[in-house]
């Protein structure tokens, strides 16, 4: 039972930032293929927007156990798909479990976001280096 309980909330706050992130990334990369004119300013306007995104995340993180689970997106979806497990006897363990899930999750996404960050800061530095050659 703890097992799926696990899976199912890591499903649904995996479903929510995944949401959230997806946003972020169209609008990065329409700002990124608006400045496309300039390599160099489309890649260090990306890494730019990357790294706030990763800040926001961060901040999340970091203000997750102070947060109410009950007004997220994640225990919204929970509370419609699962009744059973936020009423009841369970409700406030369910509750602990899912605020860790949801900071576990943040965590691990923000890795990621992380690594993105990091390739768009490189392929600026990359192609700041390229520009200086080719324009000696």
Request: aromatic share 8%; glycine share 8%.
């Amino acid at each position: 039972m703890l097992r799926g309980m696990l899976d199912v909330l890591q499903h649904f706050a995996d479903i929510s930032i995944r949401r959230a992130c997806g946003f972020a990334a169209l609008g990065i990369g329409m700002v990124m293929l608006g400045l496309s004119y300039d390599a160099v300013l489309a890649f260090r306007s990306g890494a730019i927007l990357t790294s706030i995104v990763l800040a926001v995340i961060w901040a999340f993180v970091l203000w997750s156990p102070r947060r109410d689970i009950r007004g997220t997106e994640m225990w919204s979806m929970l509370v419609h798909e699962r009744r059973y497990l936020t009423r009841g006897p369970e409700a406030e363990r369910v509750r602990a479990m899912a605020g860790q899930v949801l900071r576990d999750r943040l965590v691990w996404h923000g890795e990621r976001i992380a690594l993105a960050a990091l390739a768009l800061w490189a392929m600026t530095g990359l192609l700041m280096l390229l520009r200086a050659i080719f324009a000696a």
